[in-house]
């Protein structure tokens, strides 16, 4: 364990009470990261309300307060200081300088801004700590016609938003004959792109427009992973050696994985976020090394999203979430168990939830249409994307436990099942 991560671990066990109660049964001189329990989100998250008292290591005095994804009654708040937002968005600018970007380039930023999300202000940040590019910050909820109208008049060459919103922009320009913006590069975060969507992105702004992650970050895990043009196929991304330490882990066992190619679920440790540290944090995502271990600023490839959150477009639904509404319909249909099943078509991402019940209601489809209408009061966002045709609509499929995909190393459950990756 090196210096700066010991220090870490060390500062949080005494300032946090969080971790100080975590790391209880761990000797207070072990210096092997993986004696140390991975972080169990829904806990994490519980001790982190009430302005943070339960996981930040001191009152917040400066700096900025952020907000991702969760139940409306459940939101999830990041405490940055002053000092850890400008570290967040440097190390991020120095990763993006790798992706492609020029010194010229006149880059659109289609992110979203407001109710705390991060996205918008951080890649505003970001590129202008990169020194790579001018940013127009254009905003992902201005009308279509405005949006399009700043890009021609402005000649930006570059956009960088969610999937969605780039999708939503082409499917605009494809409905609306106009000349055509030129667009050399298409920068997307915050959900995947696949081999449909780039095919349409370069049908609308040609062949030799690229395509690929303006890097891999979220609000809570912060920096994560950055797309190095010259080396990283789509999925992949290096990992921030200067502030990260990155994990691939069993998902049964939790052990280790160094192997290339395994893939597990992804952890972070920031080495730079003291308020609020992230230790064995689980990033929500699955991967798989490209590189051998003790290759500098490593290769990993993402896989799919694991069991803390399914990802449907530019929405998060949370395991946790789907659990709690089904619970609630305990008396009329007592569940035994659920699994959400996520593929992609249409160029769109579908969610379905299949529902195991302990017996079958005597109104199947009445009692699936209340609990997909619980969900949507709980996470308004998926029926305005499906009104935008944006997702597909949530359905609720009931099962029994035999349909159910299970893990073949623990034979638990899987409570999610993600497939786009292997549709391509």
């Not at 960088?160 to 320009?173: A, D, F, K, S």
């Amino acid at each position: 364990m090196n210096r700066r991560l010991w220090e870490l671990i060390r500062f949080a066990r005494e300032r946090s009470p969080y971790y100080r109660e975590l790391y209880r049964d761990v000797p207070e001189e072990s210096r092997t990261l993986s004696d140390y329990p991975v972080i169990e989100q829904e806990r994490f998250w519980e001790a982190n309300a009430r302005f943070g008292e339960g996981v930040l290591t001191a009152p917040q005095t400066d700096g900025i307060v952020l907000k991702s994804g969760g139940t409306t009654g459940n939101p999830k708040y990041s405490y940055f200081t002053a000092g850890e937002w400008k570290s967040f968005t440097e190390v991020s600018g120095r990763g993006f300088r790798r992706n492609g970007v020029r010194e010229d380039d006149r880059i659109a930023n289609l992110f979203y801004a407001g109710e705390l999300y991060a996205s918008f202000l951080y890649v505003t940040d970001l590129i202008q700590s990169s020194g790579r590019g001018v940013v127009y910050p254009v905003g992902g909820q201005v009308p279509l016609e405005t949006m399009v109208h700043l890009i021609e008049s402005l000649r930006l060459n570059v956009i960088t938003g969610l999937t969605t919103t780039i999708m939503t922009l082409v499917e605009y320009l494809n409905e609306h004959p106009q000349p055509r913006p030129k667009i050399d590069l298409v920068l997307f975060g915050g959900e995947p792109f696949y081999d449909d969507q780039m095919e349409a992105v370069r049908a609308c702004f040609g062949s030799g427009t690229r395509v690929h992650s303006i890097l891999y970050a979220s609000v809570d895990g912060g920096e994560l992973g950055y797309f190095d043009a010259a080396t990283c196929a789509n999925g992949e991304h290096r990992c921030f050696d200067e502030s990260t330490v990155m994990e691939i882990v069993d998902e049964a066992t939790l052990e280790p994985i160094e192997e290339p190619g395994r893939i597990g679920k992804l952890l972070v440790t920031n080495l730079n976020r003291r308020l609020m540290p992230l230790i064995r944090y689980p990033t929500g995502d699955r991967a798989a090394w490209v590189d051998p271990a003790g290759t500098p600023d490593r290769r990993f490839r993402l896989a799919s999203r694991s069991e803390e959150g399914a990802r449907i477009g530019p929405i998060t639904l949370y395991v946790q979430d789907v659990h709690h509404v089904l619970a609630a319909f305990h008396d009329e249909v007592p569940i035994l168990h659920f699994q959400i099943l996520l593929t992609h078509d249409g160029k769109r991402d579908r969610a379905t939830i299949r529902v195991v019940p302990q017996t079958m209601p005597q109104d199947p489809d009445g009692v699936a249409d209340r609990i997909i209408r619980a969900i949507h009061r709980q996470r308004k966002l998926i029926p305005e994307m499906v009104a935008e045709g944006k997702i597909h609509p949530l359905v609720l499929e009931w099962c029994t436990l035999e349909d159910l995909e299970h893990n073949p190393r623990s034979g638990k459950t899987k409570p999610i099942i993600d497939k786009r990756l292997e549709q391509g």
